[in-house]
């Protein structure tokens, strides 16, 4: 008997573009969502838009509530939930970076309410994605949450963020070239179920971003574009497969270590750029295809060393040498390196220099 089914959850409204900030409101009109909304933001993306997208709402005769938060935490998205309940809200609108529509996503999984994303940078494909992560005892990967029903990115607000948060998303873009490969390899090795359309839109993804390169520079506002367009498409990806495995493989784990080993130091996507680099060469060696990514991260100004990163040398090998245990997600780290091949895979790719 056939017993397949498949159920993909996707943004209604997707509005991209130069001060498309007060379109919020009629993106949410248009969700037919009841009640009054609770704005969840972060400190600065309050003054950059979450002030705004309040005034609108009460302009529009709407009589929203909002949260500031300054921690990507449980206690915040239960403060969140507590608020929720209390003003009786409708739904939840994330206003920010990937902290506040984190939390924002997760508390709407718990409460069941629609969630809209408005991204005030363009630092990783949380912006766009169903998946939350909140940091956990050891824990730093995603888990499934609400994903949005509309997504509205202002790029005149996004072009002015600090533009280490537009590489950072670049980056994460790229990774997908290496969280394919892991994803094919686990199917061919442990058959693990690879959906075609969701790793080839990855891919092609991370292609066409490599391709715009050339728009994507600082103070040019269509990078913002280009960027935001390529994370609605990674987490559009990551919605056809119903988990994180079109953008997410051993470059990702390697990074959720360092967040653990090295917590605040980078960025998520400017680490999983530099793990990018590390496990392509474990995929090809010497063949060419890990320069190509090194080189595309280099060309958009994004890290591709330790030093670069800030890290050093004996958390890259740390992360190197447990990445794999960190869930059960097989890559091909497979059952883990040890250190002096990771010693060697490192100096190698010249992510960090030889004693
Ligand atoms: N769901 C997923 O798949 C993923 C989620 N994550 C999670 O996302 C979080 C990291 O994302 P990130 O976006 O870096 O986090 P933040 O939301 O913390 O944003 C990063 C910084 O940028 C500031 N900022 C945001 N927008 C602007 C702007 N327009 N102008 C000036 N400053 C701005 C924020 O200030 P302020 O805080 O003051 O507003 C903050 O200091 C972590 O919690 C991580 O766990 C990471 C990867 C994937
Ligand atoms: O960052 C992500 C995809 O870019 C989410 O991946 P994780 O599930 O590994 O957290
Ligand atoms: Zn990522």
């Known amino acids: 008997m056939f017993d397949k089914t498949t159920w993909i959850r996707l943004p209604r409204n997707v509005v991209v573009g130069h001060g498309v900030l007060p379109q919020t409101t009629e993106a949410i009109a248009e969700l037919h969502l009841a009640g009054d909304p609770l704005v969840v933001t972060s400190p600065t993306a309050r003054e950059v838009a979450g002030e705004r997208v309040v005034d609108d709402f009460v302009a529009n005769g709407m009589e929203p509530a909002t949260v500031v938060v300054e921690q990507a935490s449980f206690e915040a998205v239960e ?9 009786e809200a409708g739904f939840l609108v ?3 970076g990937g902290k506040p529509i984190d939390i924002a996503k997760m508390a709407s999984d718990s409460l069941d309410m629609g969630f809209v994303s408005v991204p005030t940078a363009a630092s990783h494909d949380g912006i766009v994605s169903g998946r939350g992560s909140v940091p956990e005892g050891d824990s730093r990967h995603s888990v499934a949450a609400e994903p949005p029903l509309a997504v509205v990115a202002d790029t005149e607000i996004i072009a002015d963020a600090p533009w280490e948060l537009t590489t950072a998303g670049c980056a994460d873009i790229i990774s997908n070239y290496t969280a394919v490969r892991d994803w094919q390899l686990a199917h061919r090795l442990q058959n693990v179920e690879y959906s075609e359309y969701a790793g080839a839109l990855s891919q092609m993804t991370a292609e066409m971003l490599v391709d715009n390169a050339d728009s994507i520079k600082q103070g040019l506002e269509e990078s913002a574009w280009v960027v935001v367009k390529a994370l609605v498409s990674s987490g559009v990806a990551m919605s056809i497969a119903g988990s994180s495995r079109p953008a997410s493989g051993a470059e990702h784990l390697f990074s959720h270590q360092l967040d653990r080993i090295a917590p605040g130091t980078a960025l998520h996507g400017h680490q999983v750029g530099v793990g990018s680099i590390l496990t392509e060469y474990l995929h090809s060696g010497e063949a060419g295809r890990w320069t190509n990514i090194r080189d595309a991260l280099a060309g958009l100004g994004a890290p591709t060393t330790a030093a670069e990163l800030g890290i050093d040398d004996a958390a890259i090998i740390e992360a190197l040498t447990s990445a794999h245990e960190i869930r059960d997600r097989y ?8 250190e002096s091949a990771a010693r060697e895979l490192a100096t190698a790719t010249g992510v960090i220099d030889r004693a």
């Open 79 to 87: 403060r969140v939930i507590e608020t929720a309940r209390a003003e």
């Open 94 to 96: 994330g206003v920010g």
């Open 331 to 338: 890559t091909i780290l497979g059952n883990g390196m040890n």
